[in-house]
């Protein structure tokens, strides 16, 4: 190497600079590559997506090859700066010291810091490209590189590492929630709330949506027929169960639409209720939203009452509080929370923690009681009178109004 003219060595040590550059710069930009949007430019048929994909099946392989020259490269250099450094200065004796440190510094500036950050920032520029290069190097150089991972992998399994075990990464809800909520530049705000609904339809259950019991609205077959009339034309429902002193008794559910045609008849009864009664669907309380929603469907109904293990009725669900669930409020007229000007929020005591933990984005405990209500009182273990104040796990809040069984309204202070 003494005879090669300095011009040359000099240009050779230029060209290790950017080998070492390039074998650094798409080290990281093949193993920072989104893998979303690389699967997605594999189904559009994208070439260097494609590549890339397939190095990328094998990891060890890959950072195999590319250290395996990234370290010839920049051993290579170091031996041309050391020859340089003697031929220009032979009497020096600190001189490939010398040499050893700015060849060092020009490394870590031009071929590891600036390569590594442009491939941080845009990966898909050097990966792809990287990806044509590594195909066949990886072919030629394939018995080096099976022999290096050979010792790799097996020191890897001594410390518990399984490397075909761990190949692939797959995503979890928790993770996939993570995507949904920093994706507010591609979608919008609404559809973000959608798709969260979808992924909570496992974890939540018919009695986390269902219409309590008390809440119910019904037609009592032991009232007069008079009362009956007049409650089928005020009622705000199109659906409605029919029955006997007790909801528990119930013996079906009445289509509005079937009986305001007979309304007028002279011969119109309670025995014209029951003629036009569907047979009433029963719900086990425990069972999960997304099975009750195939079942809706399946059964091609659209409301069923809530019961417990003993079979006593809880609550109502409709096919729209499954939709809800989904998309949110169908019905907006009514809005439980109130955001006010100074942060705080007026909130309907009524409505359910996971409703309220989704218009908020709060993370109230949704394992125990059901509705606000419910867990002011469970927390208090007390009604709390108008006017008290406190701190509901880690919320603020002040009681607003209540009657005589129950909070109806309650204000949550802005959080310092």
Known sequence: MNDIPLSMLFG????M??????????????????????????????PSAIKAQQLLQRPDR???LILLGNN????FAASIATVIAIKLYADEEAIVAIATGILTIVMLICSEVTPKTLAAIKPELLAFPAAWVYTPLLKVFY???WLVNLFVNLLLRIVGVDVKKNRHDPLNKDELKS???DAESLMPVRYQKMLMGILELESATVEDIMTPRNEIIGIDLELPIEDIIAKIKTSPHTRLPVYKTSIDRIIGFIHLRKILILLNQEDFDKQTIINCLDKPSFIPDSTPVHNQMHRFKHEKIRIGLVVDEYGDVQGLVTLDDLLQEIVGELITEDVAVR???????????NITIRELNRVTQWSLPTEGPKT?????????ETIPETGTSIKLHGYPLEIIKRDENSVKLVKFLPQK
């Open 12 to 15: 050779m040590l230029a060209a």
């Open 17 to 46: 600079l950017i080998f070492s550059a390039f074998f650094s710069g798409s080290e990281t930009a093949l193993m920072t590559l989104n893998r979303y949007r690389l699967r997605h430019l594999v189904k559009l048929k994208h």
């Open 62 to 64: 890959l950072l195999g």
């Open 72 to 75: 010839f490269v920049n051993n």
């Open 143 to 145: 018995p080096v590189v």
């Open 179 to 181: 995507i949904i909520s």
């Open 339 to 349: 955001a006010q000007g100074d942060g705080s929020h007026l909130v309907d005591a």
């Open 372 to 380: 606000l209500n419910g867990l002011i009182i469970e927390f208090m």
